[in-house]
């Protein structure tokens, strides 16, 4: 029998009827912070040293009020958490977990050969088109079929994916997957396969770095897969049990001596925690500048000119400051409402997204109802299309449930305004019944090409060490990889432990 437990996030409240539970499950942006509790635990706890993220981290950290706080991450945050645990004169307990199920890198790459792929395999590709385009390549080469998991698809399509893969028997034996494999699934994965070293980000091609390439690599054999087995012995009757290793490797050649060079090195410490002032503190500061200043502006100074402990950073996310810019064109809005808007979970990368945000905007604003039914700029044309298995059918679901998303974000700041909150939850389950069904059957549009082919012969890439994979090249909106949680770093049964106190 279970206990009650409330469910808190930007997009979604499950609250039990009457209050009744005595936990609550939530991300890390909406800890309850004035309320005491017993126990608060904090995942990803190495995440406070994110560059945009971290302030939430810091934030849970400093603000909860518990009586006991249990952080989980990885090993490279303690020395910071020591330093804040003594600001704040906090005892502190170490407890270090060792992994039980060997990861270990293969002999060698795959050689750039999809026959290659084998069952239980996660092929990570870092972009959406290229996601799809490697899930029809290897289905076409291989016969096999392939389940995908990525940022931007609905959480519960995730899980169904997921759920696909884990099964054993039903066809369903390749992953192809961005970094957001590890977004709250347990996945029975064998094998990591990089398809490239590099991802693309707002300012250009960035190399993995070491803990990046370590947290992607260590889903390998941490779930179904990790369970202990038993192999027959040297004499009859005689039977020893081994735990099965996760394995790491690369699809192509020259990606593998990165892979090989980060397993093998360590992560470098992380050196500062991130914060980010409340609203009101930052409204005083825009006050301070002359009347018709961008609000972009002002957030660009505030991080160019804040001054911090030598053991903090300030956070202002790149979304924050595009978004300001978009909806500056809004009339009515207050600087708190800018902020709010601002604060989003829109990924402003995509034209259609940025319109959504500022018809949205336009409703905060007064000049418009905020009712889903009466909202033209949502397509909700595309619910009385049959489903079908076009590229530009499910990008518009996709845009869609991203608009609903937001749409339920606002509901629980401006419920006066976005008041059919019910009728969008109805929405989004409808959304995400016929994403799955695309899913199920899609067939990305894919055209072979060599990795040095995808290059011109001018270009600095060609020559150096920061190449991208041709599945990343030519790419739909980019994926936002940086608001894709990273994935968990401990399993229960999968580790040892020993601990120290501070």
Not at 263 to 284: F, N, Q
Not at 295 to 322: D, K, M, Y
Request: aromatic share 6%; charged share 25%.
């Amino acid at each position: 029998m279970g206990k009650a437990c409330d469910l808190l996030t930007g997009d979604e409240q499950k609250i039990t009827e009457g209050g009744a539970a005595a936990m609550k499950s939530c991300t890390v942006e909406m800890i309850p912070l004035g309320i005491p509790v017993d126990v608060a635990v904090i995942d990803e706890v190495q995440m406070i040293g994110h560059q945009e993220r971290g302030w939430a981290w810091t934030q849970a950290l400093l603000g909860i009020e518990a009586k006991e706080v249990h952080l989980c991450g990885e090993e490279r945050v303690i020395p910071l958490i020591k330093q804040l645990a003594l600001l704040m004169g906090e005892k502190l307990i170490i407890r270090q977990y060792r992994r039980l199920s060997p990861l270990e890198v293969s002999a060698e790459s795959l050689g750039g050969d999809i026959t290659k792929i084998r069952e239980g395999d996660c092929v990570v590709v870092f972009s959406r088109a290229g996601i799809h385009r490697m899930r029809r390549h290897i289905e076409k080469t291989t016969g096999k079929k392939c389940v995908v998991v990525y940022g931007s698809l609905p959480p519960a399509i995730r899980a169904s994916q997921a759920k696909l893969f884990n099964e054993p028997g039903n066809g369903h034996d390749i992953l192809v997957a961005s970094d957001a494999v590890g977004m709250g699934l347990n996945l029975s994965i064998k094998r990591m396969v990089f398809t490239s070293t590099v991802r693309r980000l707002q300012s250009g091609l960035v190399p993995l770095t070491i803990s990046d390439i370590k947290q992607i690599a260590g889903r390998a054999g941490r779930f179904q897969i990790a369970k202990t087995q038993e192999i027959a012995g040297q004499t009859p009757g005689e039977r020893r049990s081994f735990i099965a290793p996760g394995l790491v490797t690369t699809l192509d050649n020259e990606d593998f001596p990165v892979i090989q060079h980060a397993m093998k090195s360590e992560a470098m410490p992380l050196r500062t925690a991130g914060l980010y002032p409340p609203p009101h503190v930052i409204a005083k500061f825009y006050e301070t500048f002359p009347r018709g200043v961008k609000l972009s502006e002002v957030l660009r100074q505030l991080e160019e000119l804040a001054r911090l402990n030598p053991q903090f950073h300030i956070c202002i996310r790149l979304t924050q400051i595009e978004i300001a810019d978009f909806i500056e064109e809004v009339a009515g809005l207050s600087v708190l409402d800018r902020l709010q808007i601002t604060a989003s979970p829109a990924r402003p990368r995509d034209e259609g997204v940025r319109e959504i945000v500022k018809a949205f905007a336009r409703c905060i604003a007064g000049q418009g109802s905020g009712k889903v039914l009466h909202l033209k700029i949502l397509d909700l044309d595309v619910m009385d299309l049959a489903v079908n298995q076009s590229k530009w059918y499910l990008e518009r679901l996709e845009l869609l449930h991203q608009s609903i998303v937001l749409y339920l974000w606002l509901s629980y700041r401006y419920p006066g305004v976005f008041s059919t909150r019910g009728l969008a939850f109805h929405l989004k389950e409808l959304i995400e019944e016929k994403i799955d069904l695309v899913l199920a059957g899609y067939q990305a549009p894919f055209t072979p090409t060599s990795r040095a082919g995808m290059l011109d012969p001018g270009d600095p890439m060609a020559h150096g060490e920061v190449r991208p994979s041709p599945w990343e090249v030519e790419q739909a909106p980019l994926l936002d990889v940086d608001n894709a949680p990273p994935p968990d770093i401990a399993e229960a049964g999968l580790y040892e432990i020993g601990s120290e106190s501070v």
